[in-house]
């Protein structure tokens, strides 16, 4: 049967249609991204924490790499049914109240006395906040077409490197000058002050965001027509070419989905390898002090927060996917093999994961605008969920990869070159299966 063709393309000024992207951006992104530096900075802190709280709690290496990444099995097993469920609901009503819980849930990481309460209060926040990201992605699919996607998404990732960028020196000042304050120690200060944001932008996700274009009363009636006409097209683009896949059970049959799960998960595990790590590895290779810790944290994220911007940028303009996933995925495992290099000066080793964390970061944020290429729909929800889900085990693997080697062999050297493969995989995999440009 012959595909119809698609209806008559309305006629918008080049200067409209920038304008109102323009506009929606500026609404949507900063908020957005703001949001996801608290998630993150929840996320992460943990590895500024591990400076006191390990020798408090009398944990090993190998438990703290487990308990960092254990967040991640609550992470997979609830987000196909809470992107589902964000479709149902709407963003605001669903997002604002996750962000909430998982503050609280954040908070409560400053109570723990055990190994077996880390590990409990590390699965329940990755429960709490599995809805979050691949909600956000899911939500600006209501927004944007799959040309303005990379762009989009690259703006609001560059929360990743961001949190590490504000949130290092901070967490450094608070193990500094806050060991002793009020009873606690720092790294309890740690959990409780850096989970306030987080609730706060809860309650404000409420009232500020709108769930798309049709319900956005602070677009004119022409502006709501034109994103929503854009998108339209953009559905039947992709079903006249062949690149659609509508139905939730479409994104688990499609070989390209599972595939998209190889992919992130090589470049999730090298990322959260680094990010639960690094701290404990400038401690080792650089200097003691927590507060220049914090700060030396800055170069690899300040660095990263640029590069992936640029990349997301450009694959945008060239409509180009594949490459840019590609060798920023194998840059990254040039710079995490090149600082596993025994008895390489502190110093060089930084720069090495400078270049690892700033490509690696790049390569994930690009990496999310492929699967909107093949998914719509239900699928796309679902695909999204899935991707994400089986992806980010590679945040229970990485921290747990490290643990148990620096246990076992006393040396990070091993554990780097190990989460240099993953990635490398990741890029091998993407430049060998994905060949589509954006439609």
């Avoid at 200067?15 to 993150?40: D, K």
């Amino acid at each position: 049967m012959t595909p119809q063709p698609a209806p008559a393309r309305p006629e918008y000024a080049p200067e409209f249609q920038e304008r109102i992207y323009r506009r929606v951006t500026r609404r949507l992104i900063p908020f957005l991204f703001l949001c996801y530096i608290f998630a993150y900075l929840d996320r992460v802190n943990v590895g500024f924490a591990k400076l006191q709280m390990q020798q408090d709690l009398k944990i090993s290496d190998a438990v703290y790499g487990t308990a960092a990444g254990i967040f991640f099995i609550g992470y997979l097993l609830f987000q196909v049914p809470c992107n589902l469920a964000l479709q149902r609901i709407g963003a605001k009503y669903w997002l604002g109240p996750i962000m909430i819980v998982w503050g609280l849930v954040s908070a409560c990481t400053m109570l723990v006395k055990s190994a077996t309460g880390f590990y409990a209060i590390r699965f329940l926040l990755g429960i709490v906040e599995s809805g979050f990201f691949p909600g956000v992605i899911l939500y600006l699919t209501f927004w944007y077409t799959s040309t303005h996607r990379a762009r989009m998404v690259a703006g609001f990732m560059t929360a990743i490197p961001l949190s590490g960028l504000i949130g290092g020196p901070i967490s450094g000042w608070i193990l500094d000058n806050l060991s002793s304050f009020g009873g606690l120690r720092g790294w309890q200060w740690l959990f409780l002050i850096e989970a306030v944001p987080s609730v706060v932008a809860g309650l404000m996700t409420m009232f500020f965001l709108q769930d798309s274009p049709q319900s956005a009363k602070w677009l004119a009636e022409g502006e709501r027509t034109f994103l929503l006409d854009r998108l339209r097209e953009d559905e039947t683009a992709k079903r006249l070419s062949g690149g659609g896949r509508h139905h939730m059970a479409d994104a688990f049959r499609d070989y390209r989905v599972w595939l998209l799960c190889l992919v992130y998960f090589g470049t999730v595990t090298g990322n959260y390898g680094i990010q639960f790590w690094l701290p404990q590895i400038l401690k080792d290779t650089l200097t003691k002090d927590p507060l220049l810790i914090g700060l030396l944290t800055a170069i690899p994220y300040g660095s990263a927060a640029v590069t992936m911007v640029l990349v997301g940028r450009h694959s945008d303009v060239t409509q180009e996917r594949r490459w840019h996933v590609a060798l920023a995925a194998c840059c990254g495992a040039l710079g995490l093999a090149s600082s596993a290099i025994p008895g390489i000066p502190g110093a060089i080793g930084l720069v090495a994961l400078t270049v690892a964390s700033a490509s690696i970061v790049s390569a994930t944020s690009t990496f999310w605008s492929l699967p909107t290429l093949y998914l719509s729909g239900a699928a796309a929800s679902a695909g999204i969920a899935l991707i994400n889900s089986i992806g980010n085990l590679g945040g229970f693997a990485g921290p747990s990869i490290i643990g148990s080697i620096r246990d076992a062999t006393h040396s990070t050297t091993p554990a780097l070159l190990v989460l240099a493969g993953c990635v490398l995989g990741s890029g091998v995999i993407t430049a060998a299966f994905f060949r589509r440009k954006a439609a």
